[in-house]
């Protein structure tokens, strides 16, 4: 029996054309997933270069996707939240921002939606924050990973933790300060209606006056800060800020002199008027003249 001979391009053009048939059926397919999924996005990142990655990689993702803002700064933020009549879906959230750390955002709003950060610190503090069960893209951000935190999203929905009630936001906060020896550079104020912000370097003294929590600048304004001192004991730099007693936290570059008193105790002058006595403690004299002496 005679056998046809086989055609040698017949094989290749069926395996060609079964290779276009998948390719169409796949991008009709995605495309039909990202008509169904519509979301809003914010964005909040002080490198342009960072956040325009971003904006590239969510149109790839999703082209229906709506970027209702992108904002630089815990102060812009906190002000977009109070105002803003739209929510979004999804926050790129960048961990240090142009005044201070992101962290500060949920001490002035509730914020319920889920959060991918974004930051360019090391892998161990990335491995750490992992164990969380949220999601981080560590910069420079690739799509591929992107591309997972996304579908990680996407996957866990309505399961996702709230990290206001579950205590992982100050966990975060705790290790970003403890790996990375990051010190407050800022602090957001009430001045009124509105917000301020007020360098560290320009804090002359914190105080604790009953329940609350003082700051004094140099040009001797008072402001109440959201912070107990201890907590204000981890934020700042030990080069420049030392306790006293239980009461105040003071910068070096704004103390005047130490005044020798009995029982081997030192008064401390600042340059602006504080009608406070300050007082250095026996036990303590040693411990702040070694710091005070500290050659920067």
């Known amino acids: 029996m005679a056998y046809p001979e086989p055609n040698l391009y017949e094989q290749p053009f069926k395996k060609k054309l079964t290779s276009r048939f998948c390719l169409i059926f796949v991008k009709i397919f995605s495309e039909l997933s990202l008509i169904q999924l519509q979301v809003k ?51 790129f959230m960048d961990v240090q921002l142009t005044d201070g750390l992101c962290f500060d955002i949920f001490k002035h709003v509730s914020i319920k939606k889920p959060i991918i950060f974004t930051t360019a610190f090391n892998q161990y503090a990335i491995d750490a924050f992992k164990q969380s069960s949220i999601d981080y893209l560590l910069k420079p951000i690739t799509y591929e990973h ?40 800022r602090f957001m104020v009430k001045s009124g209606e509105n917000l301020r912000s007020v360098p560290t370097e320009n804090v002359v003294v914190f105080f604790a006056e009953g329940r609350d929590v003082i700051l004094i600048t140099d040009a001797s304004k008072r402001y109440t800060v959201d912070y107990k001192m201890e907590e204000l004991e981890n934020m700042l730099n030990p080069e420049h800020f030392f306790r006293i007693g239980r009461s105040f936290i003071v910068n070096n570059n704004y103390i005047v002199d130490a005044q020798a008193l009995s029982n081997s105790r030192l008064k401390i002058s600042l340059t602006i008027p504080f009608e406070e006595e300050i007082i250095v403690s026996r036990e303590k004299v040693k411990q702040f003249r070694d710091w005070f002496d500290k050659e920067e």
């Open 41 to 91: 996005i914010l964005i909040i990142e002080d490198e342009k270069s960072a956040s325009e990655k971003i904006v590239s990689y969510l149109k790839k993702y999703n082209r229906g996707i709506e970027i209702l803002a992108i904002i630089e700064s815990v102060g812009k933020t906190v002000e977009w939240f109070n105002n803003s009549k739209s929510l979004p879906d999804v926050i």
């Open 146 to 185: 992107f591309f997972q935190s996304m579908e990680k999203l996407h996957s866990l929905k309505k399961d996702l933790p709230d990290i206001n009630e579950s205590g992982q936001l100050e966990q975060m906060r705790n290790i970003f300060s403890q790996l990375n020896q990051i010190y407050k550079p």
